[in-house]
């Protein structure tokens, strides 16, 4: 008996079998409007989607600053310092 080529086959069907960028980006506005920024669906779109979470989130910190004002804190994203 041979030895299998690959241990493993992996694959990437996002946008091919289901389209989660809608759903990523109605996600992300719902949180957006949650912390006060009133962000149209259509801006939502021009302004996100493509983006990495990265930048995203340096979108988010230069438009909105410091951060959610219900809180009061400053946003933090892992290896992302502030501009």
Same mark, same amino acid.
């Given at each position: 008996?041979?030895?299998?080529?690959?241990?493993?086959? @992996?694959?990437?069907?996002?946008?091919?079998?289901? *389209?989660? /960028?809608? %759903?990523?980006?109605? !996600?992300? =506005?719902?949180? @957006?409007?949650?912390?006060?920024?009133?962000?149209? *669906?259509? /801006?939502? %779109?021009?302004?996100? !989607?493509? =983006?990495?979470?990265?930048?995203?989130?340096?979108?988010?910190?230069?438009?909105?600053?410091?951060?959610?004002?219900?809180?009061?804190?400053?946003?933090?994203?892992?290896?992302?310092?502030?501009?």
């Amino acid at each position: 008996m041979s030895t299998p080529r690959f241990s493993a086959v @992996l694959f990437d069907c996002d946008g091919v079998l289901v *389209d989660s /960028e809608p %759903i990523a980006n109605a !996600v992300l =506005r719902e949180m @957006l409007q949650e912390l006060g920024w009133d962000i149209s *669906d259509e /801006e939502a %779109i021009r302004r996100f !989607v493509g =983006r990495s979470f990265i930048e995203e989130w340096k979108v988010i910190y230069a438009t909105r600053g410091t951060g959610s004002t219900r809180t009061g804190s400053s946003p933090s994203a892992p290896g992302v310092t502030s501009p």
